[in-house]
């Protein structure tokens, strides 16, 4: 079959239709905003998608509903919003009329104080408005991990958030209540075919199906593949690297797609935290912690699971907790599919078992067997939106006498590559679950890691830790009564 080429992006931007041909690989919206279209609410703090004050909310068609998020500007990429609509703070009230009632309730509530972080702050309460019109002060807070403030601590910004419903009908709000016509605008912007800008250094690319992407990569199998961009925008923002040619994903809803059978669940590799975070926690409670404190709401809208492992990162979230329940990646290179074990596609600091033109398309979480319990810990300098020092998963698989019949351990932070602790775990098989036990396997530690001293832990603080929460994880087995899968050991701090 023949693809189709287009020369354009095409997006929504506040009120108007936007198509471009001349745009730059590596153009992140945030420059878009303010330099080329001198709407300039939307500001710059830290250039690396940490602080909010860049915040915008993107609207897409997923599973034809149409569905706004909050995102970083900074990190955002302009050949990534083929489809979707923008939405700044630069549109929410109207020339000489009332304020929008997010904006009017941080006037009332005196929320905004040297007001450089209020646009951000604006524009995460408005998406969690539209997804929920009376939140809790948890859930509020959640969704304003992402957003720092220096000025006027968060207390007003949170009785900002209780006090819109008060202000304004969510109802009558433009975004609600013309989503049949956005949505309508939208599903016309998908004509189904490939889009192709630029050349050389400015070259990138947006498949037109999965099919179409795995042409694309073998044909261009040192391209950069960019799916939330939540890594890849720092290569650019802070690093300077030249990413070209560039093969964005955030359109392909095919991978975006979760399933569930009764072995496991599979998640397409373009599917965002947000996205997995219901079923990831139906299925897994014991992640809910570690999924609540990746990144700030607006990274886990744009980043995605299978990103988070193709990178290869020894510190990113998901792969310790995934390797230790036992999760595989499907690889796909042209009409070429083969599944290898989460642990055995990380091979050395950036190096992973994967081909060139070869890309993970999906990843399969098995669920847990009967008399397991699992927890996973993250260790961080501070709670929120931080980078893990630490993160260590713990799978533990009792016989009807009370031994451990089958462990898997594995960290983060620890190692060049997301690793398993193979001597801890044999230290573990079969002896009694028991206090001896589990202090005689901690010297194997020794004989699995030697982790590195950076700016965020020492050597020396890293193993301390990894011995600790075995440790940890034993005490909370016998708190919750030991032997058998426990829904509520899984804690992370």
């Not at 250039?47 to 909310?57: F, S």
């Not at 904006?103 to 995460?124: E, I, N, R």
């Amino acid at each position: 079959m023949t693809i189709q080429i287009r020369n354009t992006i095409r997006f929504l931007l506040n009120h108007r239709l936007v198509e471009l041909s001349d745009v730059s690989a590596v153009q992140t919206l945030l420059d878009f905003l303010r330099i080329d279209r001198n709407l300039r609410g939307t500001k710059e703090g830290c250039a690396e998608g940490d602080c909010g004050a860049c915040t915008v909310l993107v609207g897409r068609l997923l599973g034809g509903q149409l569905k706004y998020e909050s995102v970083n500007a900074c990190i955002r990429f302009v050949g990534s919003l083929d489809g979707c609509h923008v939405v700044t703070v630069d549109s929410l009230a109207t020339p000489g009329g009332p304020l929008h009632p997010v904006q009017q309730a941080m006037v009332q509530t005196h929320a905004s104080q040297c007001g450089f972080c209020t646009p951000g702050f604006v524009m995460s309460l408005y998406g969690l408005w539209m997804e929920n019109a009376k939140p809790s002060v948890t859930e509020i807070e959640k969704a304003l991990q992402g957003n720092l403030c220096r000025c006027t601590g968060y207390a007003a910004i949170i009785r900002a958030a209780e006090a819109i419903s008060t202000i304004g009908d969510l109802g009558k709000d433009p975004l609600f209540a013309e989503r049949d016509r956005i949505a309508s605008e939208l599903a016309a912007l998908q004509d189904g075919r490939r889009v192709v800008i630029g050349e050389g250094a400015e070259l990138f690319m947006l498949p037109a199906s999965v099919d179409d992407f795995a042409d694309v990569l073998e044909a261009n199998p040192k391209a950069t593949i960019v799916a939330g961009s939540t890594d890849v925008g720092l290569w650019v923002t802070k690093f300077m690297r030249d990413i070209a040619p560039v093969v964005h994903l955030t359109h392909l809803e095919e991978l975006r797609r979760i399933t569930v059978d009764d072995k496991g669940v599979t998640l397409g590799a373009g599917v965002s935290y947000a996205e997995a975070y219901p079923v990831i926690t139906e299925h897994f409670p014991q992640l809910r912690e570690l999924w609540d404190r990746i990144g700030g709401q607006q990274v886990r809208n744009m980043g995605t699971v299978g990103g988070n492992i193709a990178n290869g990162s020894p510190i990113g979230d998901t792969p310790p907790a995934l390797i230790a329940l036992g999760a595989s990646v499907t690889l796909r290179k042209g009409a070429r599919r083969r599944t290898v074990a989460l642990e055995d596609f990380f091979i050395a600091y950036g190096k992973q078992d994967r081909e060139p033109g070869e890309f993970v398309e999906a990843v399969h979480i098995p669920f847990l067997e009967a008399d397991t319990s699992f927890a996973v810990y993250k260790i961080t300098k501070r709670l929120d939106e931080d980078i893990t020092a630490v993160c260590g998963a713990f799978r533990l698989t009792f016989d009807g006498a009370g031994e451990v019949a089958d462990a898997a351990i594995a960290f983060g932070g620890m190692a060049g590559t997301p690793k398993r602790a193979v001597h801890v775990e044999a230290a573990l098989k079969g002896k009694a679950w028991q206090e001896p036990t589990v202090e005689q396997a901690i010297s194997a530690f020794d004989q699995d890691f030697t982790p590195l001293t950076d700016w965020r832990a020492s050597a020396e603080y890293r193993q301390l830790v990894a011995k600790n929460l075995l440790r940890r994880f034993y005490l909370e087995t016998q708190a919750t009564g030991n032997i058998r899968i426990d829904r509520n050991i899984a804690v992370a701090v």
